[in-house]
């Protein structure tokens, strides 16, 4: 790591003088579950990292736990402006259940879709009632993602398809706390020849889009497909989304690696896809993403890498992202350029990535790793992630509240 | 019909995707971990992902080797773990993780990435990127030191 910091030095002296104020300041950061100890562990994952949420006046968390053995499915919540979370919920049932993704309905109401003994279940909740819990029919279905779709919800996810998975989309009917599940499709229309996994989805109104990781090129590649005919859920053929490189003079392999792609939509109809991405293949992962260009050719436009060049000099994992409807827009990660794993954002200002900014409260001594992100109305970002004093060590769950300063 | 049974067997002996090298009892790392400690014997572990070029080189011309192979099938539990895989696993800590997982908390930042350790999981020594046959021979000499020096003390 030495090594780094040596290129860091460098890149810092060489670096013209330009420093942006970051737009968020950080509360101290507070604890989501009090559940923990020795031999519990959290995790805040889900396909497409969406672990947070916030509805009218409330913030909630989604993650997955093994406090009594099992790896279960809980949410807790706060008010925006109390200082504790309280009101912790188990909302998965008796078996093995994993990878939450919480989607904010309106009225503190919250959605969650997560898998649970190989099938897919949702409900809702609000900080007072649960709602009953619907299972999809789909056999062997995993990693759901979940977003607001007119006035219900659509869920990806990917499910079992003979050899391969298959990512398939199926829209949810709201009424009140129930939920009913309408007839889905395959979000590619040819049948699967390799693996398709860890979907996420966004809703425009008339357009729905998934993105996915997809084996069909011999090596992992994210592609992505749109949905124009949202009455009868049909999609037009999926597109690759991360670039091919092409090396001549590589004998082996069929191509770098990348991995869990997010989307997030942001400003007037926007969508922006990010992903950890291997194609500087001495470095690890980076972030990478690309835009959504409605009404073109290629549905995703030109990668772009989102992290500075201090952190391509480390590798970054677990990427998420998230937007509001004034356009701002903010990618997290974290990452080991300090040796040990920190939560670092880098947001869009005047239309490129910012300088990588490591959270305050989220950094430092011991793992601060699996960040989720988003943004209230009033564009203050909320974060949680998850805490360990050492690689392997026992966890928490912990949340900041990130205050607009900077518009 | 000949050419084409011989065009199916070499698919099958080098296939075209990183996966382990073929001729080696390979299993997860869970499963791996847990012989290991039955056995009290080193894991090799493979980080590798899918469509990896230089895994398959390292398999095609390092792992191919029959004393390598005969080497690491007798001094080790050997585990392979795909850093891109959604397979979940158990750590020994009681921890279901995904093979994903696996790699970041092992750095496996870059593929291949082949770890030694002692049946406890602590690390002894760690290859990163193609390896030769003489690498993973003196690899191999390097580690069977460690632990006897390990056993004596």
């Known amino acids: ?407 | 019909m000949r050419s084409a049974v011989f065009l199916i067997t070499l698919l099958f002996m080098f296939p075209v995707m990183a996966e382990p090298p073929q001729g080696y009892p390979f299993q997860s790392f869970d499963d791996a971990m847990q012989q290991a400690r039955t056995e009290g014997k080193p894991l090799f572990v493979y980080f590798g992902r899918y469509g990896c070029g230089y895994c398959e080189k390292t398999n095609k011309e390092a792992f191919s080797d029959k004393q390598v192979r005969e080497a690491y099938s007798q001094h080790y539990v050997l585990a392979y773990v795909d850093a891109e895989s959604g397979k979940r696993l158990r750590l020994p800590s009681g921890e279901r993780v995904t093979e994903r997982e696996v790699g970041t908390r092992y750095n496996a930042f870059v593929t291949p990435v082949f770890t030694f350790m002692t049946p406890e999981g602590e690390e002894l020594l760690r290859l990163v990127g193609v390896q030769r046959i003489e690498d993973l021979r003196e690899a191999d000499i390097k580690v069977q030191g460690l632990m006897s020096k390990q056993g004596a003390s």
């Open chain 1, 1 to 407: 790591m030495k090594r780094i910091s040596v290129w860091a030095g460098i890149l810092l002296a060489l670096s013209p003088l330009c420093i942006h104020a970051e737009p968020w300041a950080f509360d101290e950061p507070v604890a989501v579950t009090s559940t923990h100890g020795e031999k519990i562990f959290h995790h805040l994952e889900s396909s497409g990292r969406r672990n947070i949420a916030i509805s009218g006046d409330t913030v909630a968390v989604a993650w997955e736990d093994d406090r009594d053995g099992t790896p279960r499915i809980y949410l807790a919540h706060k008010r925006l402006d109390d200082e504790a979370f309280a009101g912790e919920i188990r909302i998965s049932g008796p078996g093995e259940a994993y990878e939450p993704s919480l989607v904010a309905l309106g009225d503190n109401r919250y959605a969650l879709a997560w898998e649970e003994d190989a099938k897919i279940h949702l409900r809702l909740v609000t900080p007072d009632k649960l709602g009953p819990v619907i299972m999809l029919e789909a056999e062997e279905a995993m990693q759901s993602s979940l977003t607001r779709h007119d006035q219900g919800l659509l869920v990806a996810f990917s499910r079992r398809d003979g050899r391969y998975g298959l990512v398939s989309m199926q829209p949810i009917r709201v009424d009140g706390l129930a939920l009913q599940p309408g007839s889905g499709c395959a979000v590619d229309p040819e049948p699967a020849r390799a693996e398709q996994l860890y979907p996420a989805i966004v809703s425009l109104g008339d357009r729905i889009i998934v993105a996915w990781e997809d084996r069909r090129a011999g090596h992992t590649i994210i592609m992505a497909s749109q949905s124009d005919n949202t009455k009868s859920c049909q999609f037009h053929g999926p597109q690759r989304v991360s670039d091919e490189i092409i090396d001549r003079t590589a004998v082996y392999g069929k191509g770098h690696g990348v991995a869990r792609v997010a989307l997030a939509r942001y400003g007037d109809s926007k969508v922006l896809a990010a992903w950890a991405d291997k194609r500087d293949f001495r470095a690890g992962y980076d972030i990478y993403s690309a835009d959504y260009q409605p009404g073109k050719k290629q549905l995703f436009g030109t990668n772009v890498r989102v992290q500075d060049d201090f952190g391509g000099l480390a590798e970054q994992w677990h990427t998420t992202v998230a937007g509001d409807d004034s356009g701002r827009l903010v990618v997290a990660w974290d990452d080991r350029r300090d040796d040990n794993a920190d939560i670092v954002l880098s947001w869009l200002e005047d239309g490129q990535w910012s300088d990588d900014f490591v959270v305050p409260g989220a950094s430092g001594t011991g793992e601060q790793n699996h960040p989720t992100i988003s943004l209230d109305s009033s564009g203050n970002l909320h974060l949680a992630w998850i805490q360990r004093k050492s690689v392997n060590g026992p966890t928490q769950v912990l949340y900041a509240f990130g205050r607009l300063i900077n518009k």
